[in-house]
């Protein structure tokens, strides 16, 4: 059991490094990036091939990778630079199949869809499975904990306000001399690379990656954790992560408790329930469950 | 001697046997794990998987089991997804103890939870078509019971040959098997005294293939290898029937599909030759199958599994012990060689119990495997298009 548990926590961590990145875009910058399965696609094909192709230690491809994905959400933020609300999210959405597609047709450099398999990672073979997680485990936790204070800190900075005020109203923070732009590039680049360093971590943990592994899933399981955890808080993003990865395997015990069911509904029983909860949740709690706390400033009379 | 319990060795000794009692518990059942595709692109397959999958299951344990002891089988949903897939399979090597995993469907969550299996020394048995599959450094930890391209290929080659091809063009749809399955064709093709004279890859999504056709019958070829979807198929054989080629045509079965033949003037596509990988449907475990599903052509999937879990089972019979490393070491010794032939697993596991060698049959086929873990033949189903139906021609 704890060989199981040690394995959830890392992809509890993956997914909640996901999410840190969805918040600094969405949370804070209000751009709704679900294009996150392409950047994560981007991180963890970068990572793989700099691995096996040009024979760097994951350390120098995972700078890589996160380099990579930044560059190509500064070019994502700059095309869709116009768009807005639902619009925005559409366009997102596609850009993430498209990455998807031409992992699953450029042959010659994503080996398609048969994916790329014995991925390297520091270990890996040396430790026993268990240990292996256990290390898999501290290292994507470290990522996580860097990249929340990281990111805390910049919300809490001039910068993150700014980012805000762009948030509420853009013609407002225009007004006020904040170049928006460079604003929304600069944060759609720095939670891409958020992601991509998911990806570059994922691919290294399951030495395995292809285009299935970057479908539309990914960017729901990431959505709901953010909201459920509070979109634009930092621990929220984070608690949210763990409490999908929690209710997505723990669901997995059903078939044991109703052995009635066929394998089929207690599959459609799962799912069910994550999305009753988040009805559940989003009647009873819309901001989610750590919400963003604004630092509110009292006028002395 | 006299033996002395102290109290403290008369604690340590009760508060053990809770611990005792729970590891004589979960040894009374041979915890199996299924990884199927219950949701997802999938989904049209996995339940019917898991139904055959159970029912198999039951009946061996209310025939008393495999070596005396229950198999508790846990299905787990892959949601068609490797990253899905992989957190079932370590729910069921780290929590259930499983000493085998069936039932993996789609290449890619096949290959992801693989690595998984072979480090815990649990037996793999997939579905999957991927020829990479295995190709990776498994130890004989895979079993795969889907003919992959290498296989597939080579039976359609011997087909054109014994129909008279000598001049045969490939047109192929890009997908990760084309090169290989051209490759295979045109070797096997060669060894039979006829030729592969060229051939194209084309992208599936073009709404005209005319140029590609032009180019192919440049090359006088006596027949066309369309290794197609349906929606590409369709207009490569209209196409080639406008550019006036009177030759023959050979592609897959899931491409010639009723809408295509429906969709297409009779002329257009009479005499089109289609051929599919085909379960042994005169095999009692094959009639077993569609008794469990009630259905009279279940799909190759649910054969196989069928056939998973009667090679789980009756391996354990064989070694006596139920264990990943176990399976591993006896499955080519009750699927192959010598022994009497049985299509039904309870009573292969009869036979067995009274020292008595088998060579299981199943629903899919013969379950003859090589030492990489593919299947060494199964049957096919070869059809003519007559009037914009499919007739059969064979299955063999």
Redesign the interface.
């Given at each position: 059991?704890?060989?199981?548990l040690v394995?959830?926590s890392v992809?509890a961590g993956l997914y909640g490094l996901l999410a840190l990145g969805l918040n600094l875009v969405w949370g804070l910058g209000g751009m709704v990036n679900l294009g996150l399965a392409g950047l994560f696609a981007i991180g963890a094909y970068a990572s793989a091939l700099a691995e096996l192709r040009l024979h760097l230690a994951l350390p120098a491809a995972a700078i890589l990778a996160t380099l990579l994905a930044a560059g190509a959400g500064a070019l994502l933020a700059v095309v869709t630079a116009r768009l807005k609300g639902d619009y925005l999210a559409i366009v997102t959405l596609g850009f993430a199949e498209v990455i998807q597609l031409l992992a699953a047709?450029e042959?010659w450099l994503t080996n398609?869809?048969?994916?790329l398999?014995?991925i390297p990672a520091p270990g890996r073979g040396q430790l026993s499975?268990f240990h292996f997680d256990i290390a898999s485990t501290s290292a994507v936790w470290l990522a996580v904990i860097l990249v929340s204070l990281l990111l805390w800190r910049l919300s809490q900075a001039p910068y993150g306000r700014a980012l805000r005020a762009i948030r509420e109203d853009e013609t407002v923070a225009a007004v006020a001399g904040k170049r928006v732009l460079a604003f929304k590039v600069s944060a759609f680049a720095a939670g891409s690379a958020v992601m991509g360093l998911a990806g570059s971590l994922?691919a290294a943990y399951?030495?395995?990656v292809?285009?299935?592994?970057f479908?539309v899933?990914?960017t729901l399981l990431v959505v709901l954790a953010l909201t459920a955890g509070g979109l634009g808080s930092m621990a929220g993003a984070v608690l949210g992560a763990i409490l999908v990865v929690v209710l997505?395997?723990g669901t997995?015990f059903l078939?044991?408790l109703l052995p009635d069911l066929?394998?089929?509904q207690?599959?459609?029983l799962?799912?069910g329930m994550i999305g009753v909860f988040l009805l559940l949740l989003l009647r009873f709690r819309p901001e989610g469950i750590l919400p963003e706390r604004m630092r509110r400033h009292h006028l002395e009379d | 001697m006299t033996a002395r319990i102290s109290r403290r060795t008369a604690l340590a000794g009760s508060l053990a046997l809770p611990f005792l009692a729970r590891t004589g518990e979960a040894a009374a059942s041979i915890p199996l794990g299924a990884i199927n595709p219950l949701t997802g692109a999938g989904g049209a397959y996995g339940p019917s998987m898991a139904k055959v999958a159970k029912a198999l299951v039951e009946r061996i344990n209310r025939t008393g089991g495999v070596i005396g002891r229950p198999i508790a089988l846990d299905v787990e949903d892959d949601q068609t997804n490797p990253t899905v897939g992989v957190e079932a399979a370590h729910k069921l090597i780290d929590v259930e103890k499983v000493v085998a995993i069936v039932g993996t469907w789609a290449s890619a969550v096949t290959t992801a939870v693989a690595p998984l299996c072979w480090d815990s020394h649990t037996m793999l048995f997939c579905v999957s078509g991927a020829d990479s599959i295995t190709r990776l450094p498994h130890h004989g930890y895979i079993i795969r019971t889907q003919p992959n391209t290498y296989l597939q290929s080579g039976r359609a080659a011997e087909f054109l040959l014994r129909h008279g091809c000598k001049r045969v063009f490939g047109l192929s749809a890009q997908t990760p098997f084309a090169v290989d399955s051209w490759n295979r064709l045109k070797a096997v093709l060669g060894q039979g005294g006829a030729e592969g004279v060229g051939d194209i890859i084309y992208d599936a999504k073009q709404t005209s293939f005319r140029s590609e056709i032009d180019r192919a019958l440049a090359a006088k070829p006596d027949t066309l290898f369309l290794n197609s979807y349906a929606p590409d198929l369709e207009i490569l054989l209209r196409e080639s029937y406008q550019a006036g080629f009177a030759g023959k045509r050979f592609t897959f079965a899931y491409a010639a599909t009723d809408a295509v033949l429906k969709a297409l003037p009779a002329p257009v596509t009479n005499g089109l030759w289609s051929f599919a990988p085909s379960p042994d449907v005169a095999s009692p475990a094959y009639k077993a199958v569609q008794a469990i599903l009630g259905i009279s052509d279940p799909d190759p999937y649910s054969c196989q599994i069928y056939d998973h879990v009667a090679l789980v089972a009756l391996a354990i019979g064989k070694a006596g012990v139920a264990s990943g490393v176990a399976i591993h070491d006896n499955v080519r010794r009750i699927s192959q060689g010598p022994g009497q032939h049985v299509s039904d697993p309870v009573e292969g596991l009869r036979l067995l119990a009274e020292g008595k060698k088998i060579n299981y049959d199943g629903a899919s086929g013969p379950c003859h495997f090589t030492p990489s873990g593919d299947i060494l033949s199964c049957k096919f189903l070869f059809q003519v298009a007559e009037n914009r139906h499919n007739k059969t021609l064979s299955i063999s």
């Amino acid at each position: 059991m704890l060989d199981y548990l040690v394995s959830l926590s890392v992809f509890a961590g993956l997914y909640g490094l996901l999410a840190l990145g969805l918040n600094l875009v969405w949370g804070l910058g209000g751009m709704v990036n679900l294009g996150l399965a392409g950047l994560f696609a981007i991180g963890a094909y970068a990572s793989a091939l700099a691995e096996l192709r040009l024979h760097l230690a994951l350390p120098a491809a995972a700078i890589l990778a996160t380099l990579l994905a930044a560059g190509a959400g500064a070019l994502l933020a700059v095309v869709t630079a116009r768009l807005k609300g639902d619009y925005l999210a559409i366009v997102t959405l596609g850009f993430a199949e498209v990455i998807q597609l031409l992992a699953a047709n450029e042959i010659w450099l994503t080996n398609g869809t048969d994916g790329l398999s014995a991925i390297p990672a520091p270990g890996r073979g040396q430790l026993s499975p268990f240990h292996f997680d256990i290390a898999s485990t501290s290292a994507v936790w470290l990522a996580v904990i860097l990249v929340s204070l990281l990111l805390w800190r910049l919300s809490q900075a001039p910068y993150g306000r700014a980012l805000r005020a762009i948030r509420e109203d853009e013609t407002v923070a225009a007004v006020a001399g904040k170049r928006v732009l460079a604003f929304k590039v600069s944060a759609f680049a720095a939670g891409s690379a958020v992601m991509g360093l998911a990806g570059s971590l994922y691919a290294a943990y399951t030495g395995y990656v292809a285009p299935d592994s970057f479908d539309v899933l990914v960017t729901l399981l990431v959505v709901l954790a953010l909201t459920a955890g509070g979109l634009g808080s930092m621990a929220g993003a984070v608690l949210g992560a763990i409490l999908v990865v929690v209710l997505t395997e723990g669901t997995r015990f059903l078939g044991g408790l109703l052995p009635d069911l066929s394998a089929l509904q207690v599959a459609s029983l799962r799912q069910g329930m994550i999305g009753v909860f988040l009805l559940l949740l989003l009647r009873f709690r819309p901001e989610g469950i750590l919400p963003e706390r604004m630092r509110r400033h009292h006028l002395e009379d | 001697m006299t033996a002395r319990i102290s109290r403290r060795t008369a604690l340590a000794g009760s508060l053990a046997l809770p611990f005792l009692a729970r590891t004589g518990e979960a040894a009374a059942s041979i915890p199996l794990g299924a990884i199927n595709p219950l949701t997802g692109a999938g989904g049209a397959y996995g339940p019917s998987m898991a139904k055959v999958a159970k029912a198999l299951v039951e009946r061996i344990n209310r025939t008393g089991g495999v070596i005396g002891r229950p198999i508790a089988l846990d299905v787990e949903d892959d949601q068609t997804n490797p990253t899905v897939g992989v957190e079932a399979a370590h729910k069921l090597i780290d929590v259930e103890k499983v000493v085998a995993i069936v039932g993996t469907w789609a290449s890619a969550v096949t290959t992801a939870v693989a690595p998984l299996c072979w480090d815990s020394h649990t037996m793999l048995f997939c579905v999957s078509g991927a020829d990479s599959i295995t190709r990776l450094p498994h130890h004989g930890y895979i079993i795969r019971t889907q003919p992959n391209t290498y296989l597939q290929s080579g039976r359609a080659a011997e087909f054109l040959l014994r129909h008279g091809c000598k001049r045969v063009f490939g047109l192929s749809a890009q997908t990760p098997f084309a090169v290989d399955s051209w490759n295979r064709l045109k070797a096997v093709l060669g060894q039979g005294g006829a030729e592969g004279v060229g051939d194209i890859i084309y992208d599936a999504k073009q709404t005209s293939f005319r140029s590609e056709i032009d180019r192919a019958l440049a090359a006088k070829p006596d027949t066309l290898f369309l290794n197609s979807y349906a929606p590409d198929l369709e207009i490569l054989l209209r196409e080639s029937y406008q550019a006036g080629f009177a030759g023959k045509r050979f592609t897959f079965a899931y491409a010639a599909t009723d809408a295509v033949l429906k969709a297409l003037p009779a002329p257009v596509t009479n005499g089109l030759w289609s051929f599919a990988p085909s379960p042994d449907v005169a095999s009692p475990a094959y009639k077993a199958v569609q008794a469990i599903l009630g259905i009279s052509d279940p799909d190759p999937y649910s054969c196989q599994i069928y056939d998973h879990v009667a090679l789980v089972a009756l391996a354990i019979g064989k070694a006596g012990v139920a264990s990943g490393v176990a399976i591993h070491d006896n499955v080519r010794r009750i699927s192959q060689g010598p022994g009497q032939h049985v299509s039904d697993p309870v009573e292969g596991l009869r036979l067995l119990a009274e020292g008595k060698k088998i060579n299981y049959d199943g629903a899919s086929g013969p379950c003859h495997f090589t030492p990489s873990g593919d299947i060494l033949s199964c049957k096919f189903l070869f059809q003519v298009a007559e009037n914009r139906h499919n007739k059969t021609l064979s299955i063999s």
